[in-house]
Structure formats: structure tokens, C-alpha cells
């Protein structure tokens, strides 16, 4: 599961980090602008810049439509550098023309940043207004710094990640709520119903299975949503809501995960595997305390076990 911004800002010595590999990189293209990127489903996020007044302009902080880019053609499959010594004369390009003479960018390589686990995050560039060449040792420097930078990402990603599911895990969920939470949100307490028995009658591999499929069916739900997933232990989970209080805005979303968290194929029809959920929410700064949101919000999953499990309950 790939990594995502607020997820870096958690990380220890991000920014130290970036700063040395763009340091690194200048070594070996100093009159370059170098740039470190990371990519989501639509846009590309610049997230550092080191400049000696090249005279590019890209800045950090920029999103840009990945429609609009040019490192979305990086090769992350083969994990092959993209090379453009005169992008003025690439008939390629011409869709986004515009874009390079507004950014003053006429020389490009980019490298990919591909994590072990095949997920990518984004690409490592250097870049120029006038056309330049590149020559083959640099570009294999610029290979093994984005490979560098790739470990050192994924080191950190394993601290909050749950290894079994790769969904983050408590430390995760706990570090932002004391560090990042939004003003308002809600809390769903997830426990499978009829879990107990598919590892008591199939064994724990069976239920290892069920409980990957119940992570990627979560993340593919949160995916276009403001929020994440954790897996707490066992087969329970917590889904953080960002922005949202209101029964009308949450009812739908513990409807839908109840749907599809309770449809099986028919190996595993006799265990009539299902979802509860209890939820809880938080208004204001000084109403979320994370461990009396959890515990309410565990209140109400009882509620809604004692009810007869496949439904949700408010605290």
C-alpha cells in the first residue's frame, strides 16, 4: 500500500533526510535544479526542491494533475530512468508544451523512487531551461541515491505499518491524534463476526487469508476518502473519519463496509463472516482524547454485537 503525505510527516528526520539526498544528488548535476517528487492517483506532489538558481521554476509544494507531468512517462515498472536532453524537440511532449516553457524546463532526467514492496512513490529529477546532456555515470548515481532514499522510506513505513495487512497499526494512529488530527471526526470500531471459528476449525493460515482480504477491501473503500484504516490486533480494526460528525454522513459509510465486509465466497459461506461497528466521534480540539474515543466507541460495537451483529450502533 503506498505511502501517503500525511504519513510522511510523521516520519523521523523526513526533512533531513530529503535534504541530504537532494545534497547527494547536486553532486553529480550541480547546475540543475533537483527536485523530489511523490506521486498519488492523480497528481504528482513536489515535496522538496534544491536550487542554485537554475532558473527552473518548480517549487515545493506544488500538486500538479499527473496528466499535466512529465514523470508520469517514467518507466516504474522497469524501473528505467527518463532521459530528455532537448525537450524542445520532442514531438511526444507536445500536450504539455505549455506547462515546460511556463516552468522553464527544457533538459529533464527523472529516476523512479519504486519501495521494495513494488509500490510507487514517486521519481528523483534534475532538470534545466536549456537543453543538456547526461551523461551515463550521473544517471546511475541518480539511480542508486532514488534506491537509497527507497530503504530508508520503507525502514520508516514498517513502523507503522501492521505486517501482516499492511493497514497502519496502533503506534500510527496513535502518533496522529497527538500530532496531525483535523478539528472533528469519527472513530469505527470494526470486529468481525464469526472470525473465532474460521481460525478454530481452519486454522490461523485460513485466517491470516480472511483478514488480508478484509484489510485490502477496507483500503480499496478509503481509498478516494478522507481518512485511513488500522488494524488494531486480531480482527479488529479502526477507521478514522476526517471531517465527518453526523449520523448522515456516517450511516452510509458503516452500511456500505457492513455490505462488503459480509459478502464471502461459498468456502467460507458456513462461518457467515460479518462486520460489526460501534462509532464514536470528536467536535473539537479538546474533545479528542484517543483512547476515550476508542473505548466508546468499543461501548457501541458491544451495542451492536448485543443486537445481533452485522450492524452498527452510535456511542
Same mark, same amino acid.
Given at each position: 500500500?503506498?505511502?501517503?503525505?500525511? *504519513?510522511?510527516?510523521?516520519?523521523?528526520?523526513?526533512?533531513?533526510?530529503?535534504?541530504?539526498?537532494?545534497?547527494?544528488?547536486?553532486?553529480?548535476?550541480?547546475?540543475?535544479?533537483?527536485?523530489?517528487?511523490?506521486?498519488?492517483?492523480?497528481?504528482?506532489?513536489?515535496?522538496?526542491?534544491?536550487?542554485?538558481?537554475?532558473?527552473?521554476?518548480?517549487?515545493?509544494?506544488?500538486?500538479?494533475?499527473?496528466?499535466?507531468?512529465?514523470?508520469?512517462?517514467?518507466?516504474?515498472?522497469?524501473?528505467?530512468?527518463?532521459?530528455?536532453?532537448?525537450?524542445?524537440?520532442?514531438?511526444?511532449?507536445?500536450?504539455?508544451?505549455?506547462?515546460?516553457?511556463?516552468?522553464?524546463?527544457?533538459?529533464?532526467?527523472?529516476?523512479?523512487?519504486?519501495?521494495?514492496?513494488?509500490?510507487? /512513490?514517486?521519481?528523483?529529477?534534475?532538470?534545466?531551461? *536549456?537543453?543538456?546532456?547526461?551523461?551515463?555515470?550521473?544517471?546511475?548515481?541518480?539511480?542508486?541515491?532514488?534506491?537509497?532514499?527507497?530503504?530508508?522510506?520503507?525502514?520508516?513505513?514498517?513502523?507503522?505499518?501492521?505486517?501482516?495487512?499492511?493497514?497502519?497499526?496502533?503506534?500510527?494512529?496513535?502518533?496522529? /491524534?497527538?500530532?496531525?488530527?483535523?478539528?472533528?471526526?469519527?472513530?469505527?470500531?470494526?470486529?468481525?463476526?464469526?472470525?473465532?471459528?474460521?481460525?478454530?476449525?481452519?486454522?490461523?493460515?485460513?485466517?491470516?487469508?480472511?483478514?488480508?482480504?478484509?484489510?485490502?477491501?477496507?483500503?480499496?473503500?478509503?481509498?478516494?476518502?478522507?481518512?485511513?484504516?488500522?488494524?488494531?490486533?486480531?480482527?479488529? /480494526?479502526?477507521?478514522?473519519?476526517?471531517?465527518?460528525? *453526523?449520523?448522515?454522513?456516517?450511516?452510509?459509510?458503516? *452500511?456500505?463496509?457492513?455490505?462488503?465486509?459480509?459478502?464471502?465466497?461459498?468456502?467460507?459461506?458456513? /462461518?457467515?463472516?460479518?462486520?460489526?461497528?460501534?462509532?464514536?466521534?470528536?467536535?473539537?480540539?479538546?474533545?479528542?482524547?484517543?483512547?476515550?474515543?476508542?473505548?466508546?466507541?468499543?461501548?457501541?460495537?458491544?451495542?451492536?454485537?448485543?443486537?445481533?451483529?452485522?450492524?452498527?450502533?452510535?456511542?
Amino acid at each position: 500500500m503506498a505511502i501517503t503525505v500525511h *504519513e510522511l510527516n510523521l516520519y523521523s528526520n523526513f526533512e533531513e533526510m530529503a535534504n541530504d539526498i537532494l545534497q547527494l544528488a547536486n553532486e553529480f548535476m550541480p547546475d540543475k535544479l533537483i527536485f523530489l517528487s511523490a506521486m498519488t492517483q492523480t497528481h504528482q506532489l513536489i515535496l522538496k526542491v534544491l536550487d542554485d538558481n537554475s532558473g527552473s521554476l518548480i517549487e515545493e509544494g506544488m500538486s500538479v494533475e499527473l496528466t499535466g507531468t512529465v514523470c508520469r512517462r517514467v518507466n516504474f515498472a522497469q524501473q528505467r530512468p527518463l532521459i530528455y536532453p532537448d525537450m524542445s524537440k520532442e514531438p511526444c511532449l507536445e500536450e504539455v508544451r505549455d506547462t515546460l516553457r511556463e516552468a522553464r524546463i527544457n533538459s529533464y532526467v527523472g529516476v523512479p523512487i519504486v519501495m521494495p514492496t513494488g509500490d510507487v /512513490f514517486g521519481t528523483l529529477c534534475a532538470v534545466h531551461p *536549456e537543453a543538456a546532456t547526461f551523461d551515463e555515470r550521473s544517471v546511475r548515481m541518480f539511480q542508486r541515491i532514488a534506491k537509497m532514499f527507497s530503504y530508508y522510506l520503507d525502514l520508516e513505513r514498517m513502523a507503522f505499518r501492521d505486517a501482516l495487512t499492511g493497514l497502519y497499526n496502533r503506534q500510527y494512529l496513535f502518533k496522529y /491524534f497527538d500530532e496531525q488530527t483535523p478539528a472533528s471526526g469519527a472513530v469505527f470500531f470494526l470486529d468481525l463476526d464469526g472470525f473465532k471459528k474460521v481460525n478454530d476449525l481452519r486454522g490461523h493460515e485460513m485466517g491470516d487469508l480472511v483478514l488480508k482480504e478484509v484489510a485490502h477491501r477496507i483500503q480499496a473503500y478509503m481509498a478516494n476518502i478522507d481518512g485511513f484504516a488500522v488494524r488494531l490486533g486480531g480482527d479488529e /480494526f479502526i477507521i478514522h473519519f476526517s471531517g465527518l460528525t *453526523e449520523p448522515d454522513q456516517l450511516g452510509p459509510h458503516a *452500511e456500505t463496509l457492513i455490505r462488503e465486509l459480509s459478502a464471502w465466497n461459498i468456502h467460507l459461506d458456513e /462461518f457467515r463472516i460479518s462486520v460489526s461497528i460501534g462509532i464514536a466521534t470528536y467536535h473539537d480540539e479538546g474533545d479528542k482524547d484517543l483512547k476515550l474515543l476508542i473505548k466508546n466507541a468499543d461501548n457501541a460495537l458491544y451495542r451492536a454485537k448485543a443486537k445481533g451483529k452485522k450492524t452498527y450502533q452510535y456511542f
